[in-house]
């Protein structure tokens, strides 16, 4: 159902809450202008405070189908990243491109009824089993596209540049060999993705070289410059120092911490973005934010693998921007990404409220207008304002939810954030079509069929 116009009783606009808000979205999903004060209503009124959706700046959707598989302890209790990441490449292998897609589909719907509207897809699974190009390159990428056509959620599609196994440019194990390219296969990759995704709102194309460990200096220095050559502005996304070990092996390799290195050797900018950037020290924690790049900040995950905390206090205090993202999916939901920062803190600070901005009170709202403009800026799409010229993408809160009696302004997101969670999140639109209604989404039951029958299968044949 697309919508012209939405009368928002309550909405969160750029400078601050507003009442009887009147939107106006064109054919093509953009705002074309925003009205406060407006005393006619139209057809369409919100049920309850109108919030910007939030864009989900991380997310490997293949890993949604892992959650709740890997919480079994080893027999030696010797459990981190690295024995996870053994047990991920065995499911990857057993994945063919019919299960990519019903598994995307079910992240990505899972996603819009949790309140995110956008995705940064870091896609990195594309050849077959035994390694070999499919014979569409882009089979896999089209795959992805596909389930966030379905679904209706915004995508920026990242297709990652994995070479090798190591620094230094040390070979891969025969697990990596779904991801693996050279720089004209990833060239092509591109090209082909570049090809899907222009001329379509709801779309948007980057890079990303995996990690330092996975692609050499060379490489890194001409895949940006084949990206520039067909968009200077595209964004960059590379994960980076996640694992003290990842730590350890550059410090070997180079001499230096890997986002000091990368600081040094690659033109970080503000279309970059830095995934996890766990471990730093604090001069590279400046250096970070001053760069302008964003931080792309994943709790969720980083407690599932036992990563450990970003020093986002220090961050935040050099004006450094910064995104949240589900990536491996164990839970899928923008309040458990900003609770956990906060919380994060909290019981290693023993305080209460740390994450406000200079400006605000409201913890709640601090984290998730930071979230929303880094996220904005790292999947390189005009989001997560209600303004004309953004993209018609917001969520609508259940006014009729006992949680939100009462509450007005701030206590609003608070709420949300530190107690109600997706559980509050009644009505989503995406691109001005609404795409959640009434916290039902209009494919949820033939896709679950599909997801159900996919699991089924893949966990009965492993």
């Known amino acids: ?62 890993q949604r189908a892992l959650a709740g598989l890997t919480q079994t302890a080893s027999p030696d209790g010797d459990d981190d990243f690295w024995t996870w990441r053994e047990t991920m490449y065995a499911f990857v292998e057993r994945l063919q491109p019919e299960d ?54 915004g995508l920026t599609l990242l297709p990652v540049l994995y070479s090798h196994g190591g620094f230094g440019g040390q070979p891969a194990t025969p697990r990596q060999r779904r991801f693996l390219n050279d720089l004209d296969g990833f060239s092509a990759l591109l090209e082909d993705v570049a090809a899907l995704c222009t001329g379509d709102p709801q779309l948007r194309y980057g890079m990303a070289p995996h ?3 996975a692609v050499t200096e060379a490489e890194l220095t001409e895949a940006l410059r084949r990206l520039d050559a067909l968009d200077a502005e595209a964004p960059v996304h590379i994960h980076v120092a996640e694992q003290m070990k990842e730590v350890m092996d550059c410090l070997l390799w180079s001499g230096q911490r890997p986002v000091a290195w990368l600081l040094d050797h690659a033109p970080v900018s503000a279309r970059w973005c830095l995934i996890h950037a766990t471990h730093m020290m604090p001069e590279e924690t400046a250096a ?29 205090r050099h004006r450094g921007r910064l995104g949240i993202g ?20 909290r019981l290693s600070r ?39 010229g953004f993209r018609a993408d917001l969520i609508i809160l ?28 009644r009505d989503v639109i995406v691109g001005g079509r609404l795409v959640v209604r009434d916290r039902h989404h209009p494919d949820q039951e033939a896709v679950a069929v599909r997801y159900r029958h996919t699991m089924e299968r893949l966990l009965r044949d492993g």
């Open 288 to 316: 970070l934010a001053a760069s302008g790049a964003v931080a792309g900040l994943c709790p969720t995950t980083e407690a599932d693998l036992g990563d450990g905390l970003f020093p986002i206090l220090d961050y935040l």
């Open 326 to 345: 589900s990536d491996s999916h164990t839970l899928i939901a923008p309040s458990d990404e900003l609770r956990l920062l906060e919380y994060g803190q």
């Open 398 to 425: 259940d006014g009729d939810d006992p949680l939100l009696y009462g509450k007005t302004d701030d206590a609003i997101l608070d709420t949300y954030v530190f107690s109600g969670g997706p559980a509050l999140v």
């Open 350 to 388: 023993q305080r209460r409220n740390v994450l406000r901005l200079p400006d605000r009170t409201s913890v709640g709202r601090s984290l998730y207008e930071a979230a929303l403009d880094g996220g904005a800026q790292a999947l390189g799409r005009p989001l997560g304002r209600l303004a004309p």
């Open 1 to 62: 159902m697309r919508l012209r116009e939405l009368f928002c009783p309550v909405a969160l606009l750029p400078d601050g809450w507003a009442r009887n808000v009147l939107l106006k979205f064109d054919d093509e999903g953009w705002i074309l202008s925003v009205r406060t004060g407006v005393a006619t209503w139209p057809p369409f009124v919100a049920a309850g405070p109108v919030l910007p959706g939030m864009p989900n700046l991380h997310s490997h959707a293949f």
């Open 211 to 213: 990690s330092l460990r």
């Open 100 to 153: 990519v897609e019903v598994i995307a589909e079910q992240t990505y719907l899972t996603m819009l009824r949790s309140g995110y509207t956008a995705v940064g897809e870091f896609h990195y699974l594309h050849h077959q089993p035994d390694g070999t190009p499919y014979d569409d390159r882009a089979e896999l990428a089209r795959r992805i596209v596909a389930a966030a056509r379905r679904t209706g959620i």
